[in-house]
């Protein structure tokens, strides 16, 4: 199949200007007017015609979305359209509300050029979309879907949370055997912090989270020059792939509890915060013990320091007990 492409579109600073849009400050919100950046951001997330679905999130004026178009996309569930050859659907509403299964199950199951409403549980959400899928049907249990998206920073790390654990249980565009990855903008500090290893001093709760289940890479850094407005930090673009076996089975509910309790004291040694930890929960000491005596880390290293593999041990250890951690 040979990439379409779209016909002369005015300017996106043209369509920004004849119809007032505005980023809106209340979510950290800005926008790329450099077509350079958003094609590279597409290579990266290696778009091609070859997928069954494409979601765009937080597309601002639509410049993302052209670049995603003109990599060849037939299928595109996006915030805004533009003229692209019944490729494209709108959402319009908030993706942290917004119901993944309604989207597979009414999006990619339309007949070719047909459009349907869709109304979340909480009815605050509409879904318009339209699909071309005469000639490519397509498994919404078994699908390649790229997760692609410029997110403002305000909701970056809420939106990143919700997905992991969506995909840990296999739920909403996440199900069943879909092959889906994740190319994501956040702020520079925060890129980092999703894709540092152990020992490094910006690893946090969402290093381990993510890499949990990913194989997490930072590839792309992008310069605040590039946004308008200009933030005061920059940014990068991080890719996350799943992995063929998850370090932490299922839910990550546990595990999300066990990094924050000692992320909350990251300046203290994994010994402290382990005996703060039995002086919390009693009934853990007979556990705990056993995970010491295991010697699963060293009781002098700091937060930072362990990996996400011994981590999800002990996540798993406690799950398995049906322990509850204290969250500070």
């Keep these: ?53 494409v979601v ?55 007949p070719a050029s047909s459009s349907s409403s869709v109304s979340s ?43 992991l654990k969506m995909m840990a249980l296999r739920e909403g565009v996440f199900r069943a055997q879909n092959k889906v990855s994740m190319t994501l903008m956040f702020q520079r500090e925060v890129a980092e912090a999703i894709a540092a290893p152990p020992k490094h001093p910006e690893r946090g709760r969402l290093s381990v989270m993510a890499q949990s289940i990913c194989d997490v890479k930072l590839v792309y850094k992008v310069s605040g020059a590039t946004f308008v407005p200009r933030p005061r930090v920059n940014a990068a673009v991080v890719h996350f792939e799943k992995r063929a076996e998850p370090l932490m089975p299922g839910s990550l509910d546990k595990l999300e509890d066990v990094v924050r309790f000692y992320f909350n004291k990251r300046r203290k040694t994994m010994g402290h915060n382990t005996n703060r930890m039995v002086k919390a929960v009693p009934e853990l000491r007979d556990v705990i013990a056993e995970w010491q005596a295991m010697h699963f880390w060293d009781a ?10 011994q981590y999800c041990a002990l996540a798993r250890m406690l799950d398995e007990g049906r322990f509850n951690i204290p969250l500070t």
Excluded: C
């Design 1 to 53: 199949m040979v990439a379409s492409r779209l016909p002369p579109l005015p300017p996106i600073r043209d369509l920004i200007r004849v119809y007032g849009l505005s980023a809106s400050q209340k979510f950290s919100q800005n926008f790329i007017l450099d077509k350079n950046v958003t094609d590279t951001i597409v290579r990266y997330a290696k778009i091609s015609p070859m997928d069954d679905l």
């Design 56 to 110: 765009e999130v937080g597309p601002g004026p639509g410049l993302l979305t052209r670049s995603i178009l003109d990599a060849g996309a037939r299928r595109v569930i996006a915030q805004l359209s533009e003229a692209a050859d019944h490729r494209l659907g709108i959402i319009q509403g908030d993706m942290l509300k917004l119901e993944h299964s309604q989207i597979m199950e009414s999006a990619l199951a339309l």
């Design 121 to 163: 549980g909480n009815n605050l959400e509409k879904l318009a979309l339209q699909g071309d899928t005469s000639q490519h049907s397509l498994d919404p249990n078994s699908a390649t879907i790229r997760l692609v998206g410029n997110l403002p920073f305000g909701v970056a790390s809420p939106l990143l949370i919700q997905w």
């Design 300 to 309: 002098g290293l700091r937060a930072q320091d362990v990996t996400t593999e």
